[in-house]
C-alpha cells in the first residue's frame, strides 16, 4: 500500500509535505506509512489520501476493490432524504397567479446559510430548513420574469450550494453531480457573474475529480474570465472568487501534466509583478507580459514542461 500512495503522489506531482499537510500529518508520518515501517492507515485517513491524490477509489490505494471512496462516504444521514427529494423534483406544472416575494426568498436563502454555518448540528438543521426553498425558488422562476426571475434563480444558486455542502460526505456522487449541474443552470439563468463562476468552479471541481481534466481546466479558466471585468470594483468577494478559479485552473494545469499553456486575461494590477517559477511534476513558470500604456488587461501564462530525459553529460577533464 506505501508503494502505491508513493506512486501517485509522484504521479500528482505532490511532495511529502504537500500531500501530509492536506491531510493533517506530518511529512515523516508519511514517510513512514509509504516505507511500509507503520500499520496501514486507516479507512477514515485512506479517504483523505484518495481525495487529496483525486483518486475515485480507495481501492486504488489498497489493491481491494470492495473498497471505495463514495461507499465510506456513504454513511447516511437523516437530511438526506428530504434534500434528495427537492433536488431531484422536476416542476411540470406551476400555478401562474400564486405571489411569489423575491425578497423573502433571498432572506430565507440568507437564514439557511447562517444555520448552516452557525448550527451545531448544521446537516441536521439544514435538512429542516432548506429542502422547501429550492423548490419555491424554481416555482418563482418559472412564473416570474425580469429583474425579478434573476432574483429569484440567484435564491436557487444559493440553496444548492448549501445543498451541496450538506450532502458532501453524507451522499453518492451522482446526487452532488445533479446538484451542481442544477446550480450552474440557474446561475446561468441569474445572469450573475460572481453565481455563475462560483457554480463552475464547483462543477469543474467535480469534473476533475472524475477524471475530466481537461473540462475542468476549460471551465475554471472560462470562470476566472468571467470575473475579471469586476475586479477593479468596491467587493473583495469577486477578488476572492476570481482567485480561487485561477488557483483551480493552475492546479488542474499541473494535475493534467505533459505541457499545457493556460492564458487568462485579467486587470494590469491583478497580474504577478514579476516572474515567478515553481516545480510541480515538471516545471511550471508564469510570465508577466508588459502591458502598453493605456491597455487596461494583460495575457499571463503558465506552461507545465515536462523534465527533460536526456542524460547528463559528464564533465570534461
Known sequence: MGERI????????????????LVGRSPDWLKKVEREHLLPPRLEMLVKLADALDLHEVAALTGDQAATVSAARRKGHEAVPAIRETIEETVLVVDREQHYDVDALVDRAAYAWRVGHT???????VGRVLPSLPRDARRAARVLTGPDRRTA??????????AEQALAWVSDSALLWLSADRRITAAEQADDPASLAAAAWVVGNVWRSTGRGNEALRLAVGAA??????????DDSMRALWGAC???????????????????TTPT?????????????????ATRIPTSPGRRSQSTSVRAEPRSTRPKQSART
Open 6 to 21: 508513493q506512486e501517485y503522489r509522484e504521479r500528482r506531482g505532490m511532495s511529502r509535505p504537500v500531500l501530509a499537510g
Open 119 to 125: 448550527s451545531a448540528t448544521p446537516r441536521a438543521d
Open 153 to 162: 434563480n440567484t435564491a436557487l444558486v444559493a440553496a444548492y450550494a448549501l
Open 225 to 234: 474570465d468571467v470575473l475579471a471585468p469586476y475586479l477593479d470594483g468596491d
Open 246 to 264: 485561477r488557483l483551480h485552473a493552475a492546479i488542474t494545469a499541473a494535475r493534467l501534466g505533459g505541457t499545457r499553456f493556460v492564458t487568462l
Open 269 to 285: 494590477r491583478w497580474c504577478l509583478a514579476s516572474p515567478m517559477t515553481t516545480r510541480t511534476r515538471g516545471r511550471c513558470s
